[in-house]
């Protein structure tokens, strides 16, 4: 089992910054993406961003059109965390974000941009961003 705890939102206005974190413990070896997703009030859960690794192949990073260029996820590996840098938030970005982990190697990047790849879940921490 791998336990995922989010930390970090809150409210901003139009423009600001936050920071995203994501602490993962447990069995954290068995993983190999963790990413973040949001779902707004009504809205299906989607993805947002996500970072993938393989022995000896390095990391690669995804992101949905819509962050890319003003999110950045970045992986801690002695922290056995995720953090999510957003910048520039639209009140668009008003959601409750989620941690996730998976721990199925797919040969696709692609895979990891469905929520059906991973298998944990954080809790969530919410974001609300007014105009």
């Known amino acids: 089992q791998v336990q995922l705890v989010e930390s970090g939102g809150g409210l901003v206005q139009a423009g600001d910054s936050l920071r995203l974190s994501c602490v993962a413990s447990g069995r954290t070896f068995t993983t190999y993406a963790m990413g973040w997703f949001r779902q707004a009030p009504g809205k299906e859960r989607e993805f947002v961003a996500a970072?993938?690794?393989?022995?000896?192949?390095?990391?690669?990073?995804l992101y949905a059109d819509s962050v890319e260029g003003r999110f950045t996820i970045s992986r801690d590996n002695v922290k056995n965390a995720v953090n999510l840098q957003m910048n520039d938030l639209k009140p668009e970005d008003t959601a409750v974000y989620y941690c996730?982990?998976?721990?199925?190697?797919?040969?696709?990047?692609?895979?990891?941009?469905?929520?059906?790849?991973?298998?944990?879940w954080g809790q969530g921490t919410r974001v609300t961003v007014s105009s």
């Open positions: 996730a982990a998976a721990d199925l190697l797919y040969p696709e990047n692609a895979y990891y941009r469905s929520r059906r790849t991973y298998r944990y």
């Open positions: 970072v993938r690794w393989r022995r000896g192949d390095g990391s690669s990073v």
